[in-house]
């Protein structure tokens, strides 16, 4: 009879766990890291004023209102995300690969696979845009530099799992990175062979469960363009003074924090701990149109020419690695918070150079940027004429 009466028995106690945790504050689970807004208690006048009644509307919002906000919540999503990634190492966030590499589902499913459909006349139109805004920049003395990135699946294939092995088709970065070096009258950032020859030589590159590449590989990107920059400059010493130690530090990536489970599941990585330079700054970030901007405190040796850095969060890794401490002074604009043109208009005093950072995804992102750069820059009529 018990066998019998025992799945009433758990439907009711499903029914009454939300009372009991409310009432006791058992089981106590984590709060969610939420992406989004949570649906908010609704307006009782927004349904019900004058002669208006709308009892659907009223009573579907207060549905969706439970659904973000019952008791036990986080129990039943870490729950049901716990049994799909334990029982078939799935997710609806990310692609979960060997050794717990992780992949965004929507930047492998949705974002990459719509910069794959760009056609090549697309692709090089973009490269004669980058070209144009190079010119325009050069007129004014001011060097651009491009830094286009692909994302980890292009440098560790090997921790793809079956959902994703689509990954391993896509072309457009190698075929745009080979269009940019192959104009010969830009000035690139060319990632690819010192990431590739530093993993093979044992770095770990890129986070098994965050999105970003880790500190020292950025560091290594950086140090070909102030390699570079110091050259041009007479300060070659400046390059050989970049001094850093890679530090082992565990993390929980965000790619790991969009899977809410109940197991703790650290990544043991590395970071870079500056050494030197430790030049000082004085540090605004209160300026509109950049995020932020630095000069430099008089009396500390000579350093490179004012920069105006504009990029997404993988530029992160060569602030945190002290590229930014080589220059007299920094400003900073970051992707999907300022625009390019603001940026450039606060532009440090003497700005030698402009870098233009961005990873793969943010392709259309950054096109319309300089596109809009281009057309401030054509409005000063300098005489430059449009091709």
């Known amino acids: 009879m018990w066998m019998r009466l025992l799945p009433a028995l758990l439907f009711m106690a499903v029914l009454l766990l939300p009372l009991f945790a409310h009432m006791t504050g058992m089981p106590q689970v984590p709060p969610l890291e939420e992406y989004r807004k949570l649906a908010e208690w609704p307006d009782r006048d927004a349904y019900f004023a004058d002669d208006k009644a709308d009892f659907l509307g009223y009573t579907a919002k207060l549905n969706t209102w439970h659904l973000d906000n019952f008791t036990t919540r986080a129990f039943w999503v870490r729950l049901r995300t716990q049994a799909l990634f334990t029982l078939f190492r799935e997710s609806d966030q990310v692609h979960v690969g060997p050794d717990n590499w992780m992949f965004y589902r929507s930047v492998i499913d949705v974002e990459t696979p719509s910069i794959e459909r760009i056609t090549p006349a697309n692709r090089q139109a973009l490269v004669a845009k980058i070209e144009r805004l190079s010119a325009l920049l050069d007129q004014r003395g001011i060097q651009l530099y491009v830094m286009p990135l692909a994302l980890k699946h292009r440098y560790y294939p090997e921790f793809l799992p079956p959902s994703a092995s689509h990954a391993r088709n896509f072309r457009f970065f190698d075929q745009f990175m080979d269009e940019l070096v192959g104009n010969g009258r830009l000035r690139v950032v060319e990632s690819r062979s010192t990431l590739l020859q530093a993993k093979h030589a044992g770095l770990k590159i890129f986070h098994q469960t965050d999105f970003h590449w880790t500190d020292p590989a950025g560091a290594l990107v950086f140090r070909t363009l102030l390699q570079d920059l110091a050259e041009s400059e007479g300060l070659k010493h400046l390059a050989d003074s970049w001094h850093y130690e890679i530090v082992n530090q565990p993390m929980m990536g965000g790619e790991r924090r969009a899977i809410p489970l109940f197991e703790s599941l650290p990544e043991q990585t590395i970071g870079v701990m500056l050494q030197a330079p430790l030049t000082r700054y004085v540090t605004q970030t209160n300026t509109t149109g950049v995020d932020w901007s630095s000069?430099?405190?008089?009396?500390?040796?000579?350093?490179?020419?004012?920069?105006?850095?504009?990029?997404?969060?993988?530029?992160?890794?060569?602030?945190?690695?002290?590229?930014?401490?080589?220059?007299?002074?920094?400003?900073?604009?970051?992707?999907?918070?300022?625009?390019?043109?603001?940026?450039?208009?606060?532009?440090?005093?003497?700005?030698?150079?402009?870098?233009?950072?961005?990873?793969?995804?943010?392709?259309?992102?950054?096109?319309?940027?300089?596109?809009?750069?281009?057309?401030a820059l054509e409005s000063e009529g300098l005489g430059i004429p449009a091709p």
Do not use: H
């Open 295 to 375: 000069t430099a405190e008089p009396g500390q040796g000579r350093l490179l020419p004012p920069i105006l850095a504009f990029g997404d969060s993988y530029m992160d890794a060569g602030l945190r690695a002290g590229f930014f401490y080589f220059f007299e002074a920094v400003a900073r604009g970051r992707l999907y918070t300022v625009s390019l043109a603001d940026a450039y208009q606060q532009r440090p005093p003497g700005t030698r150079y402009v870098l233009i950072e961005w990873i793969t995804s943010g392709t259309f992102a950054i096109e319309n940027e300089i596109t809009a750069l281009i057309a």
